[in-house]
T-cell receptor, first 115, second 113 residues
Framework: DTGVSQDPRHKITKRGQNVTFRCDPI?????LYWYRQTLGQGPEFLTY????????KSRLLSDRFSAERPKGSFSTLEIQRTEQGDSAMYLC?????????????FGDGTRLSIL | AQTVTQSQPEMSVQEAETVTLSCTYD???????LFWYKQPPSRQMILVIR??????QNATENRFSVNFQKAAKSFSLKISDSQLGDTAMYFC??????????FGTGTRLTIIP
């Protein structure tokens, strides 16, 4: 069990640029979640996958955001035409199921800063 | 709407003392799952303790225990014999049956040597 891995740890970019983040879940975890955490707040749900299927997207996920999990393993989160308000920590989590017996395990996050 | 409230933005306590972090919530669901997560500075979120709503017995994990009051919709975390390594942001979080976690705003806990 190597834990949830996220890359990069930090990303600094200019407003209007596109960025892509990667998340590698714990092996054999079929569920993968993306959250966004702004300064002083708790994480907010963005979207989640069961295997390769994207099952739910938050209204926070505007059409500039897209997430994929093409083979049911790693996932990518892309933000197009970044805006100042996109500055946040983007957290990935994975689990082997739902609820109490299969809690979500989190990665270190990718901190995005928009200049 | 399902809401989670942590009313203590910051707390501090002397090492070895006991501290209780508060969390209240609102939901119309009858069964759900409750969690406390810890986020040390610049480190990943770690699960501290979990509770099922239909279990009346409060969960305990070593120095960590919860006081779950379902009728009052309260879910507090007690840390006994606090240690310097307990310094972190603490979030209560809920799975209201829809698989995603809903988090509170967090309590920044500092353990003073």
């Amino acid at each position: 069990d190597t834990g949830v891995s996220q890359d990069p740890r930090h990303k600094i970019t200019k407003r209007g640029q596109n960025v892509t983040f990667r998340c590698d879940p714990i092996s054999e975890h079929n569920r993968l979640y993306w959250y966004r955490q702004t300064l002083g707040q708790g994480p907010e749900f963005l979207t989640y996958f069961q295997n390769e299927a994207q099952l739910e997207k938050s209204r926070l996920l505007s059409d500039r955001f897209s997430a994929e999990r093409p083979k049911g393993s790693f996932s990518t989160l892309e933000i197009q035409r970044t805006e100042q308000g996109d500055s946040a920590m983007y957290l990935c989590a994975s689990s082997s199921g739902a609820g109490y017996t299969q809690p979500q395990h989190f990665g270190d996050g990718t901190r995005l800063s928009i200049l | 709407a399902q809401t989670v409230t942590q009313s203590q933005p910051e707390m501090s306590v002397q090492e070895a003392e006991t501290v209780t972090l508060s969390c209240t919530y609102d939901t119309s669901e009858s069964n759900y799952y409750l969690f406390w997560y810890k986020q040390p500075p610049s480190r990943q979120m770690i699960l501290v303790i979990r509770q099922e709503a239909y279990k009346q017995q409060n969960a305990t994990e070593n120095r960590f225990s919860v006081n779950f009051q379902k009728a009052a919709k309260s879910f507090s975390l007690k840390i006994s014999d606090s240690q310097l390594g307990d310094t972190a942001m603490y979030f209560c979080a809920f799975d209201f049956g829809n698989e995603k976690l809903t988090f509170g705003t967090g309590t920044r806990l500092t353990i003073i040597p």
